[in-house]
């Protein structure tokens, strides 16, 4: 009778205990560090030269997607949804200061979008909405993980984790194609700027 009788509570202590070791796990606490860097550095008030916000994205974007496929499977205890940070004006002031800084090179032709199922051309895409989507799950996510409770953290971490496979690890691939080809293109352009035999180092054989 005993037995019976204080089960559920050694149940709820193991669950509790497997839970702060998810939320804690190093791939989270790595995963946390580099989302809480990309949402500080879409949220600053300086705007960079092109040149330079594409350059440090081309750093953060695939470090992200790697610690985001590291994560630990988490199953949430709560039925309701985590609570959510980013407000409609939050989400519009990332996308419409990135929507500047890219400017004509916002948009770009994507094939990995749902659209094309029923389209036989690319469809349009915009980095400023794809970086948008990416800040807002990151924002959510790490905002929770601020009040260091572990079943919000662990249910923040389920969902986060869930969107990055189904939703914006898609976009944040996608992205990474213009972001290249402006980076590229950049690179280029120095190299045609450059005479003959800067290029070759004016190698001297005396």
Same mark, same amino acid.
Request: hydrophobic share 40%; with cysteine.
């Given at each position: 009778?005993?037995?019976?009788?204080?089960?559920?509570? =050694? $149940?709820?202590?193991?669950?509790?205990?497997?839970?702060?070791?998810?939320?804690?796990?190093?791939?989270?606490?790595?995963?946390?560090?580099?989302?809480?860097?990309?949402?500080?550095?879409?949220?600053?008030?300086?705007?960079?030269?092109?040149?330079?916000?594409?350059?440090?994205?081309?750093? @953060?974007?695939?470090?992200?997607?790697?610690?985001?496929?590291?994560?630990?499977?988490?199953?949430?205890?709560?039925?309701?949804?985590?609570?959510?940070?980013?407000?409609?004006?939050?989400?519009?002031?990332?996308?419409?200061?990135?929507?500047? @800084?890219?400017?004509?090179?916002?948009?770009?032709?994507?094939?990995?979008?749902?659209?094309?199922?029923?389209?036989?051309?690319?469809?349009?895409?915009?980095?400023?909405?794809? $970086?948008?989507?990416?800040?807002?799950?990151?924002?959510?996510?790490?905002?929770?993980?601020?009040?260091?409770?572990?079943?919000?953290?662990?249910?923040?971490?389920?969902?986060?984790?869930?969107?990055?496979?189904?939703?914006?690890?898609?976009?944040?691939?996608?992205? @990474?194609?213009?972001?290249?080809?402006?980076?590229?293109?950049?690179? =280029?352009?120095?190299?045609?700027?450059?005479?003959?035999?800067?290029?070759?180092?004016?190698?001297?054989?005396?």
């Amino acid at each position: 009778m005993s037995s019976e009788t204080n089960r559920p509570e =050694n $149940i709820e202590i193991m669950e509790s205990s497997d839970t702060n070791q998810i939320v804690y796990d190093k791939s989270v606490i790595d995963f946390v560090a580099v989302a809480v860097e990309c949402c500080v550095f879409l949220e600053q008030e300086e705007l960079l030269p092109r040149t330079e916000w594409i350059d440090k994205m081309l750093k @953060l974007l695939p470090l992200l997607y790697v610690k985001a496929s590291l994560l630990p499977v988490a199953v949430a205890v709560d039925d309701s949804p985590p609570a959510t940070f980013v407000r409609e004006e939050d989400y519009s002031r990332v996308s419409a200061k990135v929507g500047e @800084l890219m400017g004509e090179e916002d948009v770009y032709l994507d094939v990995f979008v749902d659209d094309m199922k029923y389209s036989d051309r690319p469809v349009s895409a915009f980095v400023s909405e794809n $970086i948008a989507d990416i800040y807002q799950d990151l924002r959510n996510f790490v905002s929770v993980y601020q009040f260091e409770l572990t079943d919000q953290m662990n249910d923040a971490l389920s969902v986060c984790r869930e969107n990055f496979l189904l939703f914006w690890g898609q976009k944040l691939v996608n992205v @990474l194609r213009p972001l290249h080809a402006l980076k590229s293109r950049g690179v =280029n352009m120095d190299f045609t700027d450059m005479d003959e035999d800067n290029i070759r180092g004016e190698v001297s054989w005396d």
